[in-house]
């Protein structure tokens, strides 16, 4: 039923994208942990990987524009490194030399909080970076990884052993992820709770009560209490994992037929500079 589930969602948009109808909320919750989400987008990824393997061109262009996305998404969400130094610097600043107890910024009616709170946003800033990186360091070769037997065998088993790590364990990690992280996010942002375990129709009725209760609760009084954008972070990451993985089995395919001259071809990634070639993979 995968081709006619996505054939409906699209040619039905007001069913799940109006979310000034309590029901359509319902239905995207329902959907986005189904096992009918999941089959829709296997049924997507299986017709592309069918098409690469008549054309390889085709596949080549897959992989391209998904390792294009995962580096730029990358490389803007890096920069919450810098904001994070930045505001550690000013909240030492204000603390500890001005002796204030908030930070304020902003005009006419400027965005005031307690130490506190912008001390523990300093935790999103990482989680930022964690969740949206993931897949940019993965395309730039930056993860540790043990090659005890990966670096001692041959190019074509090199390229099996990929594909083999992106079928049984990127995938089932995302799904998982993905599974557990998409009713943690819902149960904190709308009332009543879903639960994993309803079926649609129940869910559809519990529409009649539906109202939205995001999350601002932190873990101190007056602590940082946006803590719904980490559960989305989550989502979002397994998301690109998922992805990722499907990218990653393309490449190792294509680079196994062929051959050891294929291996890196088209890969993006970033450098230091001529001359810094002992470093390149370590920042």
């Known amino acids: 039923m995968a081709f006619y589930n996505i054939g409906y969602a699209l040619t039905h948009p007001g069913l799940w994208l109006n979310w000034a109808d309590p029901q359509a909320v319902m239905r995207v919750v329902y959907f986005g942990g ?14 592309i990987t069918l098409i690469g393997i008549a054309s390889r061109p085709f596949l080549w262009g897959a992989v391209r524009v998904a390792e294009f996305a995962f580096n730029w998404i990358g490389r803007i969400a890096a920069w919450a490194g810098l904001l994070m130094v930045l505001q550690q610097v000013v909240i030492v600043f204000v603390q500890r030399i001005f002796a204030r107890v908030e930070i304020t910024f902003g005009f006419g009616v400027p965005f005031s909080r307690d130490i506190s709170w ?96 995001v999350e601002t609760i932190g873990f101190s009084p007056n602590g940082f209490d946006a803590y719904f954008l980490f559960k989305i972070l989550m989502v979002l990451f397994a998301g690109l994992v998922f992805i990722q993985a499907w990218a990653f089995l393309w490449r190792s395919w294509l680079e196994l037929r062929e051959g050891e001259e294929a291996a890196g071809k088209y890969l993006d990634r970033d450098t230091l500079g001529e001359g810094q070639e002992a470093y390149e993979g370590t920042h």
Request: proline share 4%; net charge positive; aromatic share 16%.
């Open 34 to 47: 189904s096992v009918e989400f999941f089959f829709a987008v296997l049924a997507l990824m299986l017709v």
């Open 118 to 213: 912008w001390a523990e946003e300093l935790k999103f800033y990482n989680a930022i970076i964690v969740a949206l990186c993931v897949c940019y360091t993965f395309v730039q070769g930056g993860h540790v990884r043990v090659d005890l037997i990966y670096a001692a065998v041959g190019h074509r088993t090199k390229r099996i052993m990929d594909m083999v790590g992106s079928v049984i364990f990127m995938m089932p990690m995302a799904v998982i992820i993905w599974m557990y992280g998409w009713y943690f996010l819902w149960r904190h942002l709308i009332v009543p709770k879903p639960s994993a375990s309803e079926p649609l129709e129940r869910l559809l009725m519990k529409a009649r009560a539906f109202r939205w209760n």
